[in-house]
């Protein structure tokens, strides 16, 4: 088993639409949980970070975290063509970060 | 600067070969992190430096490969012998290094690395 596991798609919405990506981890430590986006040909640029259970928004986004399940998604609300990208889900324990494959989404306008 | 940069931005070098990656974090970082990243998959961790110790090393594929953060800012991430194996994008990250759970790492462009 994969210690951060995503699908990696793609997933397709149209332009308007919600986006919900998803994330499983293994290590029950986990202490922090991030998720970042990645652009063709980019580094990763971080868009939320979440560390509590419960949910979190800023702005069109919203993480989600239930540790009892081992589970963390991100929502994307109004999804906008320039939201296509990967996005990788990051898990961290005391010192180590660990990524997933990530999810690749396609809006179509 | 303001973010985290590293050079050079493409190497190519031929395999057998040994090829040196630099890191300059953002200041005031004290942490900083080296990963590799290969076509479709996310960034694989190599090391992790606090101040300039290796406070973590168990990414490191292999003893071809090793880095140094001499004076606990710019790091160097150096591969021996290189073999077409190790292409991929190298990434350093960088953060404030803090025991809290909010310590958040900040990436670099990265090195595309190529080895004919």
């Known amino acids: 088993q994969k210690e951060v596991e995503q699908n990696s798609g793609p997933l397709s919405v149209p332009e308007g639409a919600i986006a919900s990506l998803n994330c499983t981890y293994s290590d029950r430590v986990s202490q922090s949980f991030f998720w970042y986006r990645q652009y063709s040909g980019k580094s990763p640029e971080l868009i939320m970070s979440?560390?509590?259970?419960g949910d979190k928004e800023d702005g069109r986004f919203t993480a989600q975290l239930n540790k009892a399940s081992q589970y963390v998604s991100l929502l994307i609300r109004d999804s906008q063509p320039s939201d296509s990208a990967t996005y990788l889900c990051?898990?961290?324990?005391?010192?180590?970060?660990?990524f997933g494959t990530g999810t690749k989404l396609q809006v179509i306008p | 600067g303001a973010g985290v940069s590293q050079t050079p931005s493409n190497k190519v070098t031929e395999k057998g070969k040994y090829v040196e990656l630099r890191c300059d974090p953002i200041?005031?970082?004290?942490?900083l992190y080296w990963y590799r990243q290969s076509l479709g998959q996310g960034p694989e961790f190599l090391i992790y430096f606090q101040g300039t110790g290796a406070a973590d090393d168990s990414g490191l594929p292999n003893d071809r490969f090793f880095a140094v953060r001499p004076e606990g800012s710019v790091s160097t991430l150096k591969i021996q012998r290189t073999e077409r194996g190790d292409s991929a994008v190298y990434l350093c990250?960088?953060?404030?290094?803090?025991?809290?759970?909010?310590?958040?790492?900040?990436f670099g462009p990265g090195t595309r690395l190529t080895v004919l």
């Open positions: 200041s005031g970082h004290t942490a």
């Open positions: 979440i560390y509590s259970n």
């Open positions: 990051a898990v961290k324990g005391y010192q180590k970060v660990t």
């Open positions: 990250a960088s953060s404030f290094g803090t025991s809290k759970g909010t310590d958040t790492q900040y």
